[in-house]
């Protein structure tokens, strides 16, 4: 009982004593609404958001006037404005789904880039591979059938991760639009 007690007096003499101001001085109040309809109150002018700071409206405040609950809800609830404006889509935000997208549409584009190059040299070595059974200076038979045999399976490998990445990216164009992915994050 006597802890109920205490917390009906504090609740009825704090008002007066928190949100006035020290010496029984005037002070001044700053009212702003935000875009959303919400009406902010506050004694300190460097709490304006810059956005808002056209839209204040200076009034003065009675010795002793509480500051309107509002302003204390406000201030409470800023933070938590803030996090809205990261959208989730499935648990991931913005960033998150436009480096998937980038990161496989890279990781194909190198891939194709260096296969022309890498097919040019295949060719040389299975010349040279041929040549060298024959012609001595070009090599020797085993050293050019070795690095024949090592890019030939890594242009397999490089052949099979495309073909797996492209699944991803089509399997990530899937659920982009059940996760209600605006375009421009596909991008």
Known sequence: MKLKSLLLAICLVSPGVVYAEPGGMESCMYQWTDNSGTVHFTDNPMRIPEKHSGKVRKRESIKGEAMPKQERKAENVRPIRENRDTQL???????????????????????????????????????????????????????N???????????????????????????????????????EWRK
């Open 89 to 143: 889509c499935c648990g991931h935000d913005e960033s998150w789904w436009r480096e998937r997208y980038s990161s496989l549409r890279l990781q194909i584009r190198q891939i194709k880039e260096t296969a022309p190059e890498k097919q040019t040299r295949l060719r040389e070595l299975h010349y040279n591979m041929a040549a060298s059974i024959d012609q001595p200076h070009n090599g020797s038979h085993r050293e």
């Open 145 to 183: 059938k070795t690095a024949y045999r090592q890019l030939h399976q890594e242009i397999r490998d490089d052949e099979e991760k495309t073909v797996k990445l492209e699944k991803e990216l089509e399997a990530l164009e899937v659920e982009a639009p059940r996760c209600s992915v605006p375009l």
